[in-house]
């Protein structure tokens, strides 16, 4: 099965629309182009040899006198499919051993036609190099983090069909160690320095060379002069002769003449621009040769997010069985339509804006939008189940789980992992797409929820967050868009959770307090009373001790209303370390005081302990040491009928520690042992901190 390029060349592993994938590929020598070109890539040696001297070349700074103050950038310019991705990775691969740190390809506009932001590439960017990058990190930021990992490595940035001069600017590395390879429609001006290379067609030796490799050696043998005119009509653009050698290829009892003969009919598309209407007859040609049910599909798969489709993508999108899409997306990807990517398939980046033209043309406005709901009702069922697998054994959601399809059920929490992980791209496209879409938003906000869901189940809150944080912003437009209170304040909580988390308290503390605004509009007790405690948390990271007091007093009067006594309990253990950080140690014990009798109305014996440690821990501050010993002694006996023994053995150190101070240090030393044999080890550096009595 051949590949279909916007390339003529053997394809790199690449990432969804925005990713960026690690072109492993090194070249034979550290100087020149090797010997041979790459299996597939035909012709460009001319381009070749000039992006080679254009490496070599002296800058304006090299001339001066004065080390280069930024990376050289090179420029490969041409219409798509006229193989510009190819050149340029030939190029890649050629060069690529002097860049010991990696060949990263980074695409930078959708397949919709709209330029991947910044912020999304650089993600994908610091993500190939183990970075972690802030939750809600802007495009400024993660622009500098970007310049700052790329000073101190060697690499080669491969900028694909980059949308304007100022896209590019933003990633240019600050070392003139690296090297970027820009590839775009037209110059990039304003980038200092650029070496522009523009291409068109192949020359006609190379484009029969092409056309070659999928109709065969010897139909080329039998007609030369007609292989000749059919790369002529192609305009010697590689993805169009892909195109029709795929259709050469799928029928074999075609002569390359009868084919030339049949495109030369095709009319031209005079609202194409004149150096792509090659490639619009080509796949017309292919296309109009479609049966009818795999001519609708190809239409709609111009809908597939990130220019990435499955076999479940296919059958929702055409509302036919899994099996049939899977077989109908073979037939395409044979024909060159589309480009295999392990258990996906790619849609050239030259064919999207036909196969969507297409689809615009002939499918009626409500068919588009029921093929979307099926798309994401899919999409949304299959995160559900992805997510499911995942629970224990005999739970609500395996039940649930074992009653679905099996085309839509992982067998294992890894292969539903595996399938998270490769799908991540075109899946958080897909919930971008459907909010931006906006008529379907019920539909949208359910797919957000199961993509939060099924990447926290998979990869942790924590590792998880940068899309969390993405994705809560989503919902919060959906929300603001239909005045949905309640998941406004959600949202908004979330979001702020993630600034607290990442040391942005004030943005934190500005999410807390409009979340606290949308809570009160949706008449949300939950919300209000979580947004309140939230913004006493926020004051307590700031320090500011006598607001965090205030909002933490207000959480707690609402829950006392509402008879909440876990969250009483707990927020009496907020109220408790704010005065304790504060010295207000009488007003301190009293808060520590009612969480202790909190807990033991709830029987939670372990959260009395707790708090009562704490109670201690503020006697001895205040100067009560006598009192602390008890009040310890009292919390470690409560943590023995428990059964906590690591938090009686953390008492049993406290205890000795307040006993050393009294003067008795065999007592003490009795205490510590008895800490010793709990833990099982010779020492014990476990530490009762004060939120552990919160909860």
Known sequence: MRTAPDVAGAPARTGGSGGVATDQRRGDAYGGAPATPAPGFFGRQRELKALHGDIERAGLNTIAGRRAAHTRVLLVAGQRGSGRTALARELA???????????????????????????????????????????????????????????????????????DAEQVDLLLPENPDCLVVAVARGPLTGIPDIRPCTIGGLDAKAAIELLGTFTGSVRITV????????????????????????????????????????????????????????????????????????????RLLSLAPAGFADAHTASALAGCSVSAARAALDDLAALNLLRPAGEQFEIPGSLAPLMRALMEAYDRPGEVQLARAR?????????????????????????????????????????????????????LASARLAVADGELDTL??????????????????????????????????????????????????????????????????????????????????????????????????????????????RALAQRLSRGERADEARLYGRLGTVHTYAGRYGEALRQWRAAAAGYRRLQDLTGQARALSEAARVQEYAGRPDESLHTCQEAVELARLAGDSRLQAALELRLADTLDRLGDPTAARLHRNASDRLLGTGTSTYEIRSTSAEG
């Open 444 to 553: 949208a906000r359910r797919l957000v929820s199961a993509l939060v869901r099924a990447l926290a189940a998979h990869q942790g809150t924590d590792a998880a967050a940068p899309d969390l944080y993405g994705l809560h912003q989503l919902v919060l437009g959906v929300a603001e868009r239909h005045g949905l209170h309640r998941e406004e304040a959600a949202a908004l909580l979330n979001i702020g959770d993630l600034d607290a988390r990442t040391g942005r308290t004030y943005d934190a503390l500005a999410r807390y307090r409009s979340a606290l605004d949308a809570g009160r509009a949706a008449n949300d007790h939950y919300a209000t009373g979580r947004a309140m405690e939230s913004v006493g948390g926020a004051y307590q990271e700031l320090q500011d001790w006598h607001r965090a007091a205030d909002w933490y007093g």
């Open 375 to 427: 798309m994401l009702e899919r999409t949304v069922r299959l995160l559900q189940s992805c997510r499911a697998v995942t629970e224990p054994e005999g739970s609500p959601a395996r039940k649930k789980l074992a009653a679905l399809p099996r085309a839509v059920r992982f067998t294992t929490a890894r292969a539903a992992a595996d399938w998270l992980s490769s799908r991540r791209p075109a899946l």
């Open 223 to 298: 007609d030369p002069q007609a292989a000749e005119s059919l790369a002529e009509e192609c305009g010697g653009q590689p993805a169009a002769l892909a195109v029709v050698g795929g259709w050469l290829a799928t029928h074999p009892m075609l002569a390359v003449a009868d084919v030339a003969k049949r495109l030369r009919s095709v009319p031209e598309d005079p609202e194409q621009p004149q150096g792509a209407r090659p490639l619009a007859r080509a796949f017309r040609f292919v296309y109009e040769g479609l049966p009818p049910s795999t001519a609708a599909l190809l």
């Open 93 to 163: 691969r050629q060069v690529g051993r002097r860049y010991p740190d990696g060949v990263l390809h980074i695409r930078l506009t959708e397949p919709s036609g709209e330029p991947v932001p910044v912020e999304r590439t650089a993600r994908d960017l610091l993500g190939e190099f183990d970075i972690p990058v802030p939750p809600g990190a802007g495009e400024d930021e993660l622009s500098e983090m970007v310049r700052e990992a790329l000073a101190v490595r060697r690499v080669l940035l491969l900028l694909d069909d980059a949308h």
